[in-house]
């Protein structure tokens, strides 16, 4: 009983976070867009609870009609029982998809002084129009509590921590082996 409860209570934490985070708006950065990004889309290299070194790989596709380079890209976790944190050292990018990789890209990952569970991409170099690039963000342990975990996925101007134009929203499903097999 108490289990539900403590659960019940994480989720109603979780949930108006991330309301409160998805009420803020941002206008001081547009990427001049004739038409809007592509779905992000998110896998991982494993969907159980408390798995180690799990590496989570976020696609988007910059479209040809895009009239500014892309360099830096936020992640928030907006949904999730749990806070999940990221190693910069062993995280990566590339041109491609991760069925298809292309042309490595280097990478600084930081966390964001204004905005809780956020960590920020730097790019070595602007992606350009027409390019689909994968950020490959190796976790530190997948979250011990199983169910949906989303994140708002934005493109930032470089001298903003924060403020951008919302790319879209990546979701990642996470189950714990030991409910699942009764």
């Not at 991330?18 to 009420?23: A, D, E, T």
């Not at 990952?109 to 129009?129: A, G, M, W, Y």
């Amino acid at each position: 009983m108490m289990k539900n409860i403590t659960t019940f209570c994480q989720t109603l934490l979780v949930v108006t976070t991330g309301l409160c985070l998805l009420s803020q708006t941002s206008s001081s950065y547009t990427l001049a867009l004739a038409q809007p990004l592509h779905p992000v889309t998110a896998t991982t290299t494993y969907n159980q609870t408390d798995v180690w070194e799990a590496t989570y790989y976020f696609t988007l596709a910059l479209p040809a009609s895009t009239k500014q380079p892309l360099q830096k890209i936020a992640f928030t976790q907006i949904q999730g029982l749990e806070s999940i944190t990221f190693d910069g050292k062993n995280s990566r990018a590339f041109e491609g998809t991760p069925n298809r990789k292309g042309q490595k890209l280097g990478l600084t990952l930081t966390k964001s002084n204004e905005q809780q569970q956020t960590v920020i991409v730097t790019l070595d170099r602007p992606i350009l129009p027409g390019t689909t690039i994968t950020i490959a963000l190796k976790s530190l342990r997948n979250p011990s509590y199983d169910g949906v975990y989303l994140f708002q996925v934005k493109a930032l101007a470089s001298e903003s921590q924060t403020q951008g134009q919302v790319v879209g929203t990546a979701r990642l499903q996470f189950y714990n082996e030991s409910s699942s097999s009764n």
